[in-house]
C-alpha cells in the first residue's frame, strides 16, 4: 500500500468516529430523558458515567474492527507486493539488458546478473563508479566524469565505451544509460541500463564500410545511379550518385531541385523522356533504354544512355512510383559510331576507288567507285586476286602488279598507270598506295586509292589549250605570245638575227560594237583573225591580245623592209570589204606599230611596248598607216606614264583648280551663266591646262575620279557664294563619255545637291557628240533622268561630230553649243558663215537655245546676234577667271550694268 492509500484509510476512519462521537452526544442524553423522565440529578449522573463506559466500550469495538481489517488488508497488500516483486527481479535477471538502480549518493541497491557480468557490477552498496575500472583505459576518465557530473547534476547518464573483460581476448561495446528518479520531487537516485552493442557495433561498421566500398564503387563508376519519383505528371530526381559531379559537372544538390533534369536536356530530345516516363507508368516490369543530350557543367550538350526500371516497393506513398536507373555517358562512343558510319558511307560513296588488298595479294574490301572503274561487280571482287583483276591488261600495261611491287619496295606510292578493265576500255588511274598495319591482330593490308583521270586529262589539255589560244579567234593570247617571243628573243640573240613585233588595232571597233552590238564585233574579229593568219609563214605567230588587238611576231627578218611589206599586206587584206551575218556591209581598217628586236628593245616588254606607241603614233595619222617605233616614240611614252601617274596623285593631293568663264546674252553682254574649267596647279608652280592632261585622264580611267571631284567642287563652291551673300549664276559642268559609262553619274549629281542643299536650276550640264555616240541608248536615258530632275542639259562641240538628227530630236537637251572651229570661220566666207546660220536655224527650229564658244572679235558677235544666237562665250568678254576674280566681275555687273556690246 503506498501513502496515498495510507492517507485515505486513516481519513475514512477518522471520520467514522467524528461522525460516531457526535451522534453519541447529541442523541445519548436525550435518550435518557426520554426513558427515565423522573429521574433526579444523581441519577443522571450515574447514567452519564455508565453512558461514557459504554461509548468507550463500543468506540473500543468499533475501532478494533476496524484496525483488524486494516492491518489484515495491509498484510495481503504487502503480500502481493513482495510478490510481484519477486517475479520482477525474477524477469530482470532473465533479460539480457543489464538493469541496476543507485540511491542518491550513487551507491547501488540492485543489479540484475546481466548488469553484473555486462558491467561489472558486484554487490549491493558499492559506488557505481568502482565498476568504471574495467573501461579501457582511454575512455575511463571520459566516463567516470560522465557519471559524476549525472550524479551531481540530478541528469541523465549515457555514454557509450569499451570494456576489457578477464578471459576475454577482445573488448566489448556497451551502451551505459541511467535516468534520474524521484519520489514526490524526492531525488531516490537513478535507474539504468547496461546494453552489450558489440555486435551491433561491428554489423554497423561492416556497413559503413559497405557503404564506403559502394561509394567507391560509384565514385570510380563511369555509370551514374539515380532514382525518380513519378508522382502523376511531377518527375523528380530524388537520389542520384555522387559521381554525377565527376562525370557531367553538375552538383548533387541542384541535380535534385524539381524541374532540373527536364532543364537540361536537349529540347528535341524531351519526347523520348516522355516516351519513357509512360512506359514506367503503363507498365510496371517494363525496362527502358533510351538515347538523349544532356548539358553538362560547362554547357555542352553530351550523349547520355538511359537504362531504367520501376520498382513499386521502394516507395511509401502508394501513388507516387520510383524508378530506379542509371545514365551512362556514351558521347565518345556515340562520336566514334557515327565516325564509323562516317567512315563506312565515306568508303561506300567516294568517288574515288579504294581497294584493299592482304599480304597474299587478294582482294579484300572494294568500294562502289572501284567497281565501277574495274567494270566487275562489287559483290565479286571480294577473294579476288590480284592478278585477276588484271587479266585483262596488256603485257606492256601490268596495272595493279607493278603497283604491289613497288609497295614491297617503298611501302608507299602515288603515280599514274594505264588500266585495262574488263570492259575492254583503258583508264588512266592516279593511285595513291599505302601499306596499312594492324597492331592489334599483327597483319598488314595494302590500301590503293584508285582515281580516274580520263576527264581531268581531256580538262587538263582543254584548259592548257585555254591557257594559251584566245576563245574566240583560236589565236595564242598574250601568255603563249610572251613566251614565244621570248624564246624567240633567245634565239635571235643567239644567231644574231632580227625580228619584228607588229602591234595590229583595228579602227573604230568599239563604235561599231556599240552600234551593231557585240555579236557582229565577234564576227569581224574573226573574220580578221582569218584573213591576217592568210599572211603568216609557219614560222610566223598571230597573236590576240584582247578586244580589237592584234600582234604579229615575224622571225628571222631580213629587213624593216620585209616588216614594212608584211604590215602593207596586213592592211590590204583587212581593207576588203566584209558582209555580216545580218546582210550589212562592212569594211576593216587598221593601225600597225612596228618595233624591231635589237633596235627598238631586247627584252619582251620593250618590243611590246614599243610597238604599242608605234601603234598610236600610226593611228593619229589615220587609218589605214603603220608606223614604226623611233626612241623618240619611246621617251614619249614614258612621259605619257609619267604625267598619268603625276595626275593621279595631284587629284588625291587636291593639286586641282577652277576657273569660271562667263557666258553672256547675245545682245547685252549680260553674264547669265559660266563654264567650269579645270586647271591643274602643279606643285612646281605650273599651271597645266586641260588640253594637257584631260586625253590622258580619258585614256587611264582617271576621267571619274577628276570628273568626281569637278562636280563636288562646283557644288562647294556654289554652296560657299549663297552663304556669303555673293551674287550666282547657273554653272556648267562638262561630263565625259567615261563617266556616263563607269559611274552612276545620278546618284553622284543627287548627292552633291543633298550635301550642299543646291537646286538643279543652279547647274548645267555640257556633253559632247562623241560622248553621245559611244553609247547613245544608254546616254539618251541617263540625260532624260537627269533632264527630269531639273538639270539644264547643253550639247556642247556641236557640228564636230557624228550626231544622227534622230538622235538630236529624242535627246532631252535644251542648248546647242556651236563648236569654235565654226565660230573662228565666221567672215571668211560665205560657205562657212552659211554652216554657222543653218546651225542657228536648226536650234531654232527645234526650239532649243544656241550658244557660241570661242567669240574672240565684235564682228562675230554681230554676226551672232543678227541671226539669233541667244548667248555667246569666249575672250571677247573674259578669259577663264579663279573664283575670287569671276565673283568681282559679277559685282562690277550687278553695280554697273555692261551696256550692249557695240556692233
Not at 569666249?874 to 550694268?897: K, N, V
Amino acid at each position: 500500500m503506498n501513502s496515498q492509500q495510507t492517507r485515505a484509510a486513516a481519513t475514512r476512519l477518522t471520520c467514522i468516529y467524528l461522525i460516531v462521537g457526535a451522534a453519541w452526544i447529541l442523541l445519548s442524553d436525550r435518550a435518557l430523558l426520554l426513558l427515565i423522565p423522573d429521574a433526579t440529578v444523581a441519577d443522571i449522573s450515574d447514567y452519564q458515567t455508565l453512558k461514557g463506559w459504554l461509548f468507550i466500550v463500543l468506540t473500543g469495538l468499533l475501532l478494533s474492527i476496524l484496525l483488524r481489517r486494516t492491518l489484515t488488508e495491509h498484510a495481503r497488500i504487502q503480500q502481493e507486493l513482495d510478490r510481484a516483486e519477486y517475479q520482477h527481479l525474477q524477469r530482470l535477471s532473465l533479460l539480457e539488458v543489464g538493469v541496476y538502480e543507485t540511491d542518491n549518493e550513487g551507491r547501488l541497491h540492485f543489479a540484475n546478473q546481466t548488469a553484473t557480468v555486462q558491467g561489472g557490477i558486484a554487490a549491493q552498496g558499492q559506488l557505481r563508479e568502482q565498476a568504471f575500472e574495467q573501461v579501457a583505459t582511454s575512455h575511463q576518465a571520459r566516463v567516470q566524469a560522465a557519471w559524476a557530473a549525472a550524479l551531481r547534476q540530478r541528469e541523465v547518464f549515457l555514454e557509450q565505451y569499451p570494456v576489457q573483460r578477464a578471459g576475454e581476448s577482445g573488448s566489448r561495446w556497451l551502451i551505459d544509460s541511467a535516468y534520474p528518479r524521484y519520489t514526490d520531487t524526492v531525488f531516490n537516485g537513478h535507474v539504468g541500463t547496461i546494453t552489450d552493442v558489440t555486435r551491433l557495433r561491428e554489423a554497423q561498421e561492416f556497413g559503413r564500410a559497405m557503404e564506403h566500398r559502394l561509394q567507391l564503387t560509384l565514385e570510380a563508376s563511369p555509370t551514374i545511379t539515380y532514382t525518380l519519383a513519378i508522382d502523376g505528371e511531377d518527375v523528380r530526381i530524388s537520389w542520384i550518385s555522387d559521381n554525377v559531379e565527376r562525370i557531367l559537372g553538375h552538383r548533387a544538390a541542384s541535380v535534385l531541385q524539381p524541374g532540373w533534369w527536364q532543364g537540361q536536356v536537349h529540347p528535341a530530345d524531351l519526347n523520348q523522356l516522355s516516351a519513357m516516363l509512360q512506359r514506367h507508368r503503363n507498365n510496371p516490369d517494363a525496362e527502358a533504354s533510351v538515347l538523349f543530350r544532356m548539358r553538362d557543367g560547362d554547357g555542352n550538350f553530351r550523349w547520355i544512355r538511359s537504362v531504367s526500371r520501376r520498382f513499386d516497393a521502394i516507395s511509401d506513398d502508394q501513388d507516387e512510383l520510383t524508378v530506379v536507373g542509371c545514365w551512362t555517358d556514351v558521347t565518345e562512343a556515340t562520336r566514334e559510331q557515327e565516325l564509323r558510319d562516317l567512315y563506312a558511307a565515306v568508303f561506300s560513296e567516294l568517288s574515288e576507288g579504294i581497294l584493299i588488298v592482304d599480304q597474299d595479294d587478294a582482294i579484300v574490301s572494294a568500294n562502289h567507285a572501284f567497281s565501277r572503274i574495274s567494270g566487275v561487280a562489287a559483290a565479286q571482287l571480294p577473294g579476288l586476286g590480284i592478278a585477276a583483276l588484271d587479266a585483262a591488261g596488256k603485257p606492256d600495261h601490268s596495272g595493279f602488279r607493278d603497283v604491289m611491287d613497288m609497295l614491297d619496295e617503298h611501302a608507299h606510292w602515288h603515280g599514274e598507270i594505264l588500266f585495262n578493265n574488263h570492259e575492254g576500255r583503258q583508264i588512266p588511274l592516279a593511285v595513291t598506295a599505302s601499306i596499312v598495319h594492324s597492331a592489334s591482330i599483327g597483319t598488314h593490308k595494302r590500301v590503293l586509292i584508285c582515281r580516274d583521270i580520263s576527264a581531268e586529262k581531256r580538262f587538263r589539255e582543254d584548259l592548257l589549250h585555254l591557257a594559251h589560244y584566245d576563245s574566240l579567234t583560236n589565236l595564242p593570247n598574250r601568255l603563249l605570245l610572251t613566251s614565244r617571243l621570248e624564246h624567240a628573243i633567245e634565239r635571235a640573240r643567239r644567231k644574231d638575227q632580227q625580228l619584228a613585233v607588229l602591234f595590229l588595232d583595228l579602227d573604230e571597233f568599239k563604235a561599231f560594237n556599240d552600234s551593231y552590238g557585240h555579236v557582229a564585233g565577234d564576227e569581224v574579229l574573226v573574220e580578221a583573225a582569218r584573213r591576217l593568219q592568210l599572211n603568216l609563214r609557219k614560222s610566223d605567230t598571230l597573236a590576240r591580245l584582247g578586244g580589237d588587238e592584234f600582234i604579229c611576231l615575224i622571225e628571222d627578218l631580213d629587213s624593216a623592209d620585209a616588216a614594212a611589206t608584211k604590215a602593207e599586206e596586213f592592211i590590204a587584206s583587212l581593207a576588203v570589204r566584209h558582209t555580216l551575218g545580218n546582210g550589212r556591209d562592212c569594211f576593216i581598217g587598221c593601225c600597225i606599230g612596228i618595233s624591231l628586236f635589237p633596235d627598238n628593245g631586247e627584252s619582251c616588254d620593250d618590243l611590246l611596248q614599243s610597238a604599242d606607241t608605234a601603234m598610236y603614233r600610226a593611228k593619229s595619222m589615220g587609218s589605214g598607216h603603220y608606223c614604226f617605233a623611233t626612241t623618240d616614240l619611246g621617251i614619249s611614252a614614258v612621259q605619257r606614264m609619267d604625267t598619268i601617274s603625276k595626275l593621279r596623285r595631284g587629284i588625291e593631293q587636291q593639286e586641282l583648280l577652277l576657273h569660271y568663264q562667263p557666258s553672256c546674252v547675245t545682245a547685252s553682254a549680260e553674264i547669265v551663266a559660266a563654264e567650269a574649267l579645270v586647271r591643274w596647279q602643279r606643285p612646281d608652280g605650273g599651271l597645266v591646262v586641260p588640253a594637257r592632261f584631260i586625253p590622258l585622264a580619258e585614256s587611264s580611267g582617271l576621267i571619274n575620279a577628276l570628273g568626281a571631284w569637278v562636280i563636288d567642287e562646283v557644288g562647294r563652291q556654289l554652296r560657299q557664294w549663297l552663304d556669303t551673300g555673293q551674287p550666282v549664276v547657273c554653272i556648267h559642268i562638262n561630263i565625259s563619255a567615261r563617266q556616263f559609262q563607269d559611274q552612276d553619274l545620278v546618284a553622284l549629281l543627287a548627292d552633291m545637291l543633298q550635301r550642299y542643299r543646291l537646286s538643279p536650276m543652279q547647274i548645267g550640264l555640257e556633253i559632247t557628240e562623241s560622248a553621245l555616240m559611244q553609247q547613245p541608248h544608254q546616254v539618251v536615258q541617263i540625260l532624260e533622268r537627269l533632264h527630269a530632275m531639273g538639270f539644264s542639259i547643253a550639247l556642247d562641240d556641236f557640228g564636230t561630230g557624228f550626231c544622227s538628227f534622230t538622235y538630236l530630236t529624242q535627246m532631252p537637251i535644251d542648248c546647242l553649243k556651236i563648236d569654235k572651229v565654226f565660230v573662228d570661220k565666221i567672215g571668211r566666207s560665205e560657205k562657212d558663215s552659211q554652216i554657222v546660220r543653218a546651225m542657228l536655224e536648226l536650234a531654232s527650229t527645234l526650239g532649243l537655245e544656241a550658244i557660241a564658244e570661242g567669240v574672240e572679235t565684235g564682228l562675230q558677235q554681230q554676226f551672232l546676234a543678227i541671226n539669233g544666237c541667244d548667248f555667246i562665250q569666249g575672250y571677247l568678254l573674259s578669259r577663264p577667271l579663279p573664283a575670287e576674280q569671276f565673283i568681282e566681275l559679277l559685282l562690277a555687273q550687278r553695280d554697273r550694268p555692261s551696256p550692249p556690246l557695240a556692233p
